[in-house]
C-alpha cells in the first residue's frame, strides 16, 4: 500500500477521535448529572414562562406585581367639587337700627356725656366750670363756635331757670344739643327709581376711611328695606376693593359692575348706571377709589367720574364718607370732596370707637351737609340711617 494513501487514512482517524472527545464534553456540559444541581432557567427559546408574566407581556394584566409598593392615597387626583353657591342673607330692614345700636353708642360715648352732666349738676357754676364745659365740647371736636355758643346759651338757661337738678340739667343739655345737630333736618338717602331710571348713589372719600365697606352695607340697609341693588366697582387701583365688592354684593344678590385693574374708573361707573336702567334696579351705588383730598390730579378725575355718570343720569346722592376719629382733618377732607363734587350727604364711620362724635356738629355748620348715615361697628347690619335724638339719648345715658 502506497505510504501517502496510509498517512491519510492516519490523519482522518486522528480527526474522527478528537471530534468525538469534544463533544462528549459539550453534551456533560450542559445535560446534569445525578449528583448534579440543575441551574434555574432564566429564560430561553423552551421555556415556558409563568401565565402571570404571559398575560403582563400580551397587555392582560394592568395591576403591579404582588411584592410592588401600594400607590399612596394621596397621588389618586380626584375631581374639584364645584364651589357652592353662597346662600344669599335676608339683611334687616333699616326701620329701628340706630335704636338697636343704641347701648353700643351710648359705651363708646358715655365720658363725653357724663362729663357735661356732672359739670352742669355742679353745686357752683363757676366761671372755671363754665370754662371746663367749652373744653370738654371742644376736645369732642364739636368745633369752638359751636361750643361757644351751647355754652352761651346753657349760661343765660340755666340762671333765668334757677334750676339745676339733674333731670332738668339733662334737658337742657338734650335741647342744646339737638338744636346743634340740626334736629329737623332732612337726613333721607335719595334711593327711590325715577320712572325707568335708578337712583344713583356715588361713595366718595380719602384712603382708609370705609369706602368699600360702607357701599356694601348700604347695600343691605336697602336690600333689607326690599330694594333692588346693582354695585359698581370704580376703585380700579386696588383689586381687593372690587372682590371685597362682589363678596358684599354675593351675600344679598346684588350684581357687581366691574372691569380689569387699572380700568378708567368713569367708564365702569356709566356701565353700572346703564345696567342698572337694563335690569329696572332700584339703586345704582358707585364704589370710587379713596384718594387723598390734597391730590389735586386724583380729585379732578373724581368730578370726570360724576361728569360721564350724569351723560346717563342724573347723581342723586354723594356720600362723603368720613372717619369719625380723624376729628378736625376729616372737616378738612370734607371741604375740598365738597368743592368738587358737591357732596349730599356724610356717612360716618367708626362712631362706636370714639368720644369725639362732635365732628357731627362741626361738619354740618361748616358745609351745610346732613350727617346721613353712621356706622356703629364692624358687623353687616351696623350701618343705620343717623338719628339725632337717638345719638343724643345714648350721649346722655347715665349708666
Known amino acids: 500500500m502506497d505510504i501517502t494513501l496510509l498517512a491519510a487514512i492516519a490523519l482522518v482517524v486522528v480527526l474522527l477521535a478528537v471530534g468525538g472527545f469534544f463533544l462528549v464534553r459539550s453534551q456533560r456540559s450542559v445535560t446534569p448529572g445525578k449528583d448534579e444541581t440543575k441551574p434555574e432557567v432564566t429564560g430561553g427559546a423552551t421555556a415556558a414562562p409563568p401565565e402571570e408574566d404571559r398575560e403582563r407581556d400580551e397587555g392582560t394584566v394592568a395591576t403591579p406585581p404582588a411584592q410592588a409598593p401600594p400607590v399612596p392615597a394621596e397621588t389618586v387626583e380626584e375631581p374639584e367639587a364645584e364651589p357652592a353657591a353662597p346662600e344669599l342673607e335676608t339683611p334687616p330692614p333699616s326701620a329701628g337700627r340706630m335704636v338697636r345700636l343704641r347701648q353700643r353708642l351710648a359705651r363708646s360715648q358715655n365720658s363725653l356725656g357724663q362729663g357735661l352732666l356732672n359739670l352742669l349738676s355742679s353745686d357752683s357754676l363757676t366761671e372755671d366750670t363754665w370754662e371746663e364745659i367749652e373744653d370738654t365740647l371742644i376736645t369732642a371736636d364739636i368745633g369752638v363756635t359751636s ?117 378708567d374708573p368713569a367708564s365702569v361707573a356709566f356701565d353700572t348706571v346703564a345696567r342698572g336702567a337694563e335690569e329696572g334696579a332700584d339703586t345704582v351705588i358707585i364704589d370710587t377709589a379713596g384718594r387723598l383730598h390734597t391730590k389735586t390730579g386724583l380729585m379732578d378725575e373724581l368730578g370726570k367720574v360724576k361728569r360721564v355718570v350724569e351723560k346717563k343720569s342724573r347723581v342723586d346722592e354723594v356720600l362723603l364718607v368720613l372717619d369719625a376719629t380723624t376729628g378736625q382733618n376729616g372737616l378738612r377732607q370734607a371741604r375740598v370732596f365738597a368743592e368738587v363734587v358737591n357732596i349730599t350727604g356724610i356717612a360716618l364711620t367708626k362712631l362706636d370707637g370714639t368720644a369725639k362724635g362732635g365732628i357731627i356738629v362741626q361738619v354740618q355748620r361748616e358745609l351745610g351737609v346732613p350727617v346721613k348715615l353712621v356706622g356703629l361697628g364692624e358687623g353687616p347690619d351696623d350701618l343705620a340711617p343717623f338719628d339725632p335724638e337717638v345719638f343724643v339719648d345714648a350721649l346722655l345715658t347715665q349708666e
Not at 179 to 187: E, F, K, S, V, Y
Not at 232 to 243: C, I, K, L, N, S
Open 147 to 263: 361750643a361757644t355758643q351751647i355754652v352761651e346759651n346753657l349760661r343765660t338757661r340755666v340762671k333765668v331757670l334757677g334750676t339745676r337738678g339733674p333731670d332738668d340739667v339733662r334737658g337742657l343739655l338734650r335741647e342744646e344739643l339737638l338744636a346743634q345737630l340740626g334736629g329737623d333736618t332732612d337726613r333721607t338717602v335719595r334711593t327711590e327709581p325715577h320712572g325707568e331710571r335708578p337712583a344713583v348713589i356715588m361713595v366718595v372719600g380719602v384712603n382708609g376711611t370705609g369706602k368699600t365697606t360702607t357701599t356694601g352695607k348700604l347695600a343691605r340697609v336697602l336690600i333689607g328695606d326690599g330694594r333692588s341693588v346693582v354695585l359698581g366697582a370704580a376703585d380700579t387701583f386696588r383689586a381687593a376693593a372690587t372682590e371685597q365688592l362682589q363678596t358684599w354684593g354675593g351675600r344679598v344678590g346684588a350684581p357687581v359692575v366691574s372691569k380689569e385693574e387699572g380700568a
